[in-house]
């Protein structure tokens, strides 16, 4: 299991001491939480921006680029300069099957490309665009904050997801976001999940190395 750690909750102030401490932990990825204030209440692209801009130049671990916003081409602009490992947008803002076959397209350009689901979004919805896609990132909480608590038919949804592409021979990756913890994180692999989006329950961790090490080693 990989991790993404969504560095949302990190203040300011503390930015540069927390990356480099999930750095010296070895998180697989830094997961950035754009939020545009449209698509969901709340508007991070500032702080996102400059994180990712931070990032950029004190490491080499990859940005897993999370887009909740409408339109998502803006945003694409905005974070494709920091070359993100991939690049993820939410199936729910586009109207149809021609348009989210021109974001991926357009967002193959410059890295991997993902689709995001809401929780009451049905996983049959993403089926017909697996094989062009790198990772769906199925929400396990509802997009908009952090440190909410998993909801747990969303597991059914990855098994579901996990059965499809195994069944389909697709190489596609299941990323999970929302609500991971050590509690939850066994039965989250076993569902299928490749990539665990950690926040909150990371970040407020006193020892980061041994809370990734312990994820990784309940996961694999
Ligand atoms: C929620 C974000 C998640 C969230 C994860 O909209 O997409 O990435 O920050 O943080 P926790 O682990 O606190 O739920
Ligand atoms: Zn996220």
């Known amino acids: 299991m990989e991790i993404s750690t969504s560095i949302l909750s990190v203040k300011e102030e503390e930015s540069a001491h927390t990356f480099y401490r999930l750095e010296l932990a070895h998180t697989d990825y830094y997961h950035i939480d754009v939020m545009d204030g449209e698509f969901v209440e709340n508007n991070t ?3 996102m921006k400059m994180y990712s801009d931070h990032l950029k130049n004190i490491t080499n671990i990859p940005l897993d680029i999370h887009l909740m916003v409408k339109d998502v081409k803006k945003y694409v602009d905005i974070f494709s300069p920091n070359e993100p490992r991939c690049i993820t947008f939410h199936l729910e803002v586009v109207k149809n099957k021609e348009e989210v076959m021109e974001l991926i ?12 689901i809401k929780p009451g979004t049905k996983v049959e919805d993403v089926y017909e665009y697996l094989p062009f896609i790198h990772t769906v990132l199925v929400m396990t909480v ?3 904050k952090g440190g909410q608590a998993l ?3 969303t597991i059914e949804k990855i098994k579901q997801l996990k059965k499809y592409i195994t069944e389909n021979n697709l190489d596609t990756e299941i990323e999970a976001d929302g609500g991971i913890n050590l509690d939850n994180i066994k039965e989250l692999s076993q569902a299928g999940v490749d990539i665990a989006v950690v926040g909150t329950s990371l970040i407020k961790a006193k020892d980061y190395k041994y809370t990734i090490n312990k994820l990784k080693e309940l996961s694999d």
Do not use: A, D
Not at 105 to 116: D, H
């Open 142 to 144: 509802e997009p908009g």
């Open 45 to 47: 692209t500032e702080r």
């Open 151 to 153: 909801i747990p038919g």
């Open 105 to 116: 397209n357009y967002i193959k350009q410059f890295s991997k490309v993902g689709i995001s």
